[in-house]
């Protein structure tokens, strides 16, 4: 897919570094280490669509949950499964945040749980292509294991240059496969089941170990002090307890998960659960007023679904859903790339996410009239 | 659910994070100092870095002429910046204007002008002082960038119309005539020149050593030369083999430097190079200037020209090249010294890459390219070539909502 050209600036993306890959330290002196999986047994018998239903009611019962870009809705698209059938699962290794390898490091100290979990799938729904998709460079090291057991279950290495927002679904799905998959769909509408490193884990670890999860792997990163912390927290915590226990000062500053670049502000009183393992904590920034636009087109450049963003604000400012369509609002998978960039500061963003909550209404209101009228 | 702390561990290698660049922070915002939710880009700063680009055909241009280039340079922009606080205080219009794109207007505006406009009254030349139109120009491109809506909001360049309102006014007295002598550049008077009967030289500029021992030369501009026979008026008989072998000079001249010309168009490698420095700022977009010129080579080389002019008139001919009598090289000839002589690679990668006159998307935009290049063309050989190239490129930018409503980027969904 050439979604947009990349501009190489002076440093070269995926700089090189040599460094070993995080590690998490556990919650509890019980289970202070996570244990390994020593490798995969397949006692599973071919699928069938009770093996399937039952696999289904097995991985939710096991508290498995992941609603976040690199991975939506989990349940979702395995409950979709269950009528539509995929040829397809993807398991990410790729991190939304590229400088944070989260993904990476939970192969790299999970192989057997996550290659099983992508194993698993890939039996479940007799997919034709199995596929983990990971990122170059210096992570490629820290997934020895993971290259000797997909060789040997037969599923596809396959090494894509991760520059944000690749792992996002649409883009992905787009990048490897030519579908397109509408922003806020489930993969499993274009035949992909999508998976990120932490949800294939956790889907080996309910299948190996007969364990539920109970532990979420994240990554808080404190932008004031400048230091990242790999923890695994558990289930239903507080975010603010558990960054006070990872000895991170949360107080008065802002909290955002995901890519920075997607604004998602996150509660600190939110606990962890199937959302975004990352957490950015940084104070906050001084307010600049917008400017006019000057249509230097950078946000048009920088967008990697090729909308019009700064067409998209206009319609915002006219509350024009069909301006807002002629713009492509239906495409934009939120990423922020346009705010970044704009010279004038424009609030492109949250525009778009304005549009799209009256689009919403829009769509409700046209629904509830036809209920009514039916 | 169990609450017990949560342990941590750091990197050997500090935050456990690896450095990335990525792909929407381009070259222009090197400079730029990013937040971490923006790159710290602003209005000002991508407007400085046009005005950048800029300095390359500026210093050309005072090489050339001097510094009375400077003093046109330094009267235009100098009016400008004194304006600009004036009109922004009036109305909507005037919130938009912004200083940065003010004082980039009024250098490219200035760019457009010869440097003798800084003069008084010139014996034999003009009954007029011609200082006073540098103001002026000043004066009238704020106002016209006002009355256009300041920056974003135009889809007509406001120099475009500063200067061909110019042209309307004062048009023979916006011909320049001198140039300093190789000996002489930066520091010589470009109005210290003597006319001359040799209108033509036929030697280099750097080899030429005039007599006189003044600062400059004068000197027939090949534009004029161009616009005399392409408008089939030379009133003796004339072919275009004996125009370009006896009237016309060296086309390294034109290319490299040499040749009364505008400031900033004096020197055709420099104003490459300035585009050049956009380019790889990733301030413009390559596409409008290669397809301009491309475009406005392949039309020259197709559109009619007059092969011979004799006292029945001029002999127009479609495809010249392929005509017998004038051939390939005659014709490519022909076409490098319109494409040189005007100001049409000016115009095509300083104004017509201005941000709210060229289309958002790249299909509109490679159509608006192909458009000004064609209207380019004609508007060089039809109408002048002195500023040809801007009345196509105004003409054009009139379409440019058209494009951008029809040419919308296309979703990936």
Redesign the interface.
């Known amino acids: 897919m050439k979604?947009?050209?990349?501009?190489?600036?002076?440093?070269?993306?995926?700089?090189e570094?040599?460094?070993?890959p995080?590690?998490?330290?556990?919650?509890?002196p019980a289970k202070?280490q996570m244990p390994r999986a020593s490798g995969i047994a397949c006692p599973w018998p071919a699928p069938s669509t009770r093996v399937l239903v039952g696999w289904v009611d097995r991985l939710t019962g096991g508290g498995l949950g992941a609603d976040r870009h690199d991975c939506p809705n989990i349940l979702g698209q395995l409950h979709q499964l269950l009528t539509r059938p995929v040829d397809t699962v993807l398991c990410s290794l790729m991190d939304e945040s590229?400088?944070?390898?989260l993904n990476a490091a939970l192969a790299h100290h999970y192989p057997a749980e996550l290659l099983a979990g992508v194993w698993l799938m890939g039996e479940l729904t007799g997919a034709a292509n199995r596929w983990i998709v990971a990122e170059g460079?210096?992570?490629s090291r820290w997934l020895g294991e993971i290259r000797e057991g997909a060789a040997q279950l037969r599923l596809r290495l396959i090494w894509l240059r991760?520059?944000?927002p690749q792992s996002e679904a649409?883009v992905l799905l787009?990048t490897l496969l030519n579908r397109?998959?509408?922003?806020r769909r489930l993969p499993t509408e274009q035949g992909v089941l999508l998976l990120d490193a932490a949800a294939a884990v956790d889907i080996g670890r309910i299948a190996l170990c007969d364990e539920p999860v109970?532990l979420r792997p994240m990554?808080f990163?404190d932008?004031s002090a400048?230091?990242?912390?790999?923890?695994?927290?558990?289930?239903?915590?507080k975010l603010s307890?558990?960054m006070a226990?990872?000895?991170l000062n949360a107080h008065g500053k802002e909290l955002r998960g995901g890519n920075?670049?997607r604004?998602v502000p996150i509660d600190a009183e939110a606990t962890a659960g199937s959302g975004e393992l990352v957490i950015?904590a940084?104070l906050r920034?001084p307010m600049?007023s917008p400017?006019?636009?000057?249509?230097?087109?950078?946000c048009?450049e920088?967008?990697?679904?090729?909308?019009?963003p700064?067409?998209l604000l206009e319609a915002a400012q006219r509350r024009n859903l069909d301006l807002a369509d002629?713009?492509?609002l239906?495409?934009c998978i939120e990423c922020?790339?346009c705010?970044?960039?704009?010279?004038?500061?424009l609030p492109l963003l949250e525009g778009i996410r304005q549009l799209q909550k009256q689009s919403d209404r829009a769509m409700k209101q046209m629904a509830g009239g036809s209920e009514s009228t039916g | 659910?169990?609450?017990?702390?949560?342990?941590?561990?750091?990197?050997?290698?500090?935050?456990?994070?690896?450095?990335?660049?990525?792909?929407?922070?381009?070259?222009a915002?090197?400079n730029a100092i990013p937040?971490?939710?923006?790159?710290g880009?602003?209005?000002g700063?991508?407007f400085w870095m046009h005005v950048l680009g800029g300095a390359f055909p500026v210093v050309a241009g005072l090489m050339l002429f001097g510094w009375r280039a400077l003093g046109v340079i330094a009267a235009v922009m100098g009016t400008a910046a004194l304006m600009h606080p004036l009109w922004r205080r009036i109305g909507p219009h005037g919130r938009?204007m912004?200083w940065s794109?003010t004082l980039w207007l009024a250098l490219l505006l200035s760019l457009m002008l010869p440097a003798h406009l800084l003069s008084g009254v010139v014996e034999g030349e003009s009954n007029v002082a011609l200082w006073p139109m540098l103001p002026a120009a000043g004066i009238v491109l704020v106002w016209f960038t006002w009355l256009l809506g300041?920056?974003?909001?135009s889809r007509v360049h406001p120099v475009i119309l500063t200067y061909l309102l110019m042209v309307v006014l004062f048009g023979p007295l916006l011909v320049p005539h001198t140039v300093l002598r190789f000996g002489r550049v930066f520091l010589g008077d470009v109005n210290d020149a003597a006319r001359t009967e040799q209108v033509v030289a036929k030697d280099p500029w750097k080899q030429t050593r005039p007599a006189d021992g003044r600062d400059a030369m004068w000197r027939e501009p090949a534009s004029q030369r161009l616009v005399f026979f392409t408008s089939g008026l030379h009133p003796a008989w004339m072919s275009l083999e004996g125009m370009l072998r006896d009237r016309i000079p060296p086309l390294e001249d034109l290319i490299i430097a040499g040749q009364p010309a505008p400031i900033g168009c004096a020197s055709n490698v420099a104003v490459i190079v300035g585009g050049l420095f956009l380019l790889y700022r990733?301030l413009i977009?390559f596409r409008i200037p290669l397809l301009i010129c491309l475009v406005a080579y392949g039309a020259l080389l197709v559109l009619p020209i007059p092969v011979v002019i004799s006292e029945g008139g001029a002999q127009w001919l479609w495809l010249a090249g392929r005509q017998q009598g004038v051939g390939w090289p005659l014709a490519l000839t022909f076409v490098n010294y319109e494409m040189m002589a005007g100001p049409a690679l000016f115009m095509a990668f300083f104004l017509a890459t201005a941000?709210?006159v060229r289309p958002?998307?790249r299909r509109g935009r490679v159509v608006f390219a192909i458009l000004v290049g064609i209207l380019t063309a004609a508007m060089q050989l039809y109408a002048s070539v002195s500023f040809g190239p801007y009345l196509a490129l105004l003409l054009v930018s009139l379409l440019t909502p058209a494009l951008d409503r029809f040419f919308?980027?296309?979703?990936?969904?």
Not at chain 2, 1 to 27: A, C, I
């Open positions: 979604r947009y050209r990349l501009r190489m600036s002076g440093g070269r993306i995926g700089e570094r040599h460094g070993p995080p590690v998490f330290e556990g919650i509890a202070h590229p400088e944070v390898s460079g210096t992570r991760n520059d944000y649409t787009y397109k998959l509408r922003p109970t990554v990163r932008h400048g230091i990242s912390r790999f923890v695994h927290v558990p289930a239903g915590m307890d558990a226990a990872a000895s920075l670049l604004d950015h940084y920034e600049r400017d006019s636009c000057i249509r230097c087109g950078w048009v920088g967008c990697p679904t090729r909308i019009n700064a067409g002629h713009y492509g239906d495409s922020g790339i705010t970044y960039v704009c010279p004038s500061h | 659910m169990d609450q017990q702390p949560v342990h941590t561990d750091e990197f050997s290698n500090g935050n456990g994070e690896l450095p990335v660049r990525p792909h929407y922070v381009t070259p915002m090197s937040t971490l939710r923006h790159s880009m602003t209005i700063r991508f938009q912004r794109h300041g920056v974003g909001s990733g977009d941000p709210a958002m998307s919308r980027p296309r979703a990936l969904i």
